[in-house]
């Protein structure tokens, strides 16, 4: 799906219900966009367009909320609906806040967009977590029979871990010090930008931070996501790992894959 086909603020409505189907609709909330669409879950694949809102500024919950609300309404939507915050997310509680507001952190998010939504359930959970559900269910992991670590890279590090299918929420695992440096602060791509490394010499502060992820969980496949994952080719090359590392194929549909995922299941509840 191109950005093309995204919709702006205040424009009208172009998203067709689907036809009756095993479909979700997921929702990503990001720093700077909230985007959504309807998922067939047969597949992992996006059933017509995708929806796509600034985020608000400030993106305070009451302003998000508010914009998930348009896209559902947009997609004419009257079900269960999955989100996805830039937050570790307990019990439906945000506990941190990462490019949104900070007055998100304590704010029952779950609730919120219940409220917001007409009372409808929602599921709320981590943005890298919804990815990873994506990835190992749809995407590079769907063939793996074992642990599966999902990283993320970008202005920091986000992580999720599943074994057989089941994720265990919320890790952080972008915050370990790894050589007494936080992994984030030593691996991240925008470390790489703001030192103008080489993918060469990048991946060998990756490799660093993989190789100690290893010795903690001992993991079957490494999939990368983020922006940096689609030169794979030239970075992945040079990791040093053991463990087999692919770059993640769902792309920027992953959060909103994740999150519809999560609407139909008891993640995020």
């Given at each position: ?22 479909h979700a609709l997921g929702i ?234 999560a609407s139909v299941t008891s993640i995020g509840?």
């Amino acid at each position: 799906m191109t950005d093309a086909a995204q919709q702006e603020p205040g424009s009208a409505s172009a998203a067709t219900p689907p036809a009756s189907g095993n479909h979700a609709l997921g929702i990503d909330v990001g720093g700077s966009g909230v985007k959504g669409g309807v998922v067939d879950l047969d597949t992992g694949e996006l059933v017509g367009e995708r929806q796509k809102i600034l985020t608000p500024h400030p993106s305070t919950p009451d302003a998000v909320s508010e914009t998930v609300l348009e896209i559902v309404n947009r997609f004419e939507w009257a079900g269960p609906v999955g989100i996805t915050l830039p937050a570790v997310v307990t019990s439906g509680v945000a506990r941190t806040a990462a490019n949104i507001d900070h007055s998100w952190i304590g704010t029952d998010a779950a609730e919120l967009f219940s409220r917001t939504l007409g009372g409808r359930p929602v599921s709320v959970l981590n943005d890298a977590d919804a990815a990873g559900i994506a990835e190992d269910r749809y995407g590079a992991g769907k063939e793996v029979d074992g642990v599966v670590v999902l990283l993320t890279f970008g202005t920091g590090i986000g992580s999720a871990i599943l074994n057989r299918g089941v994720l265990l929420p919320n890790t952080e695992f972008g915050h370990m010090e790894v050589d007494g440096k936080e992994a984030e602060h030593r691996a991240s791509s925008a470390v790489k930008e703001h030192k103008d490394l080489s993918y060469k010499d990048w991946a060998k502060e990756v490799s660093r931070v993989l190789e100690r992820y290893e010795q903690l969980l001992w993991p079957d496949l490494f999939i990368v996501g983020g922006g940096i994952s689609r030169k794979g080719d030239k970075w992945i090359p040079h990791l040093t790992t053991r463990t087999p590392v692919v770059a993640a194929t769902l792309r920027n549909t992953a959060g909103i894959v994740g999150a519809a995922l999560a609407s139909v299941t008891s993640i995020g509840r």
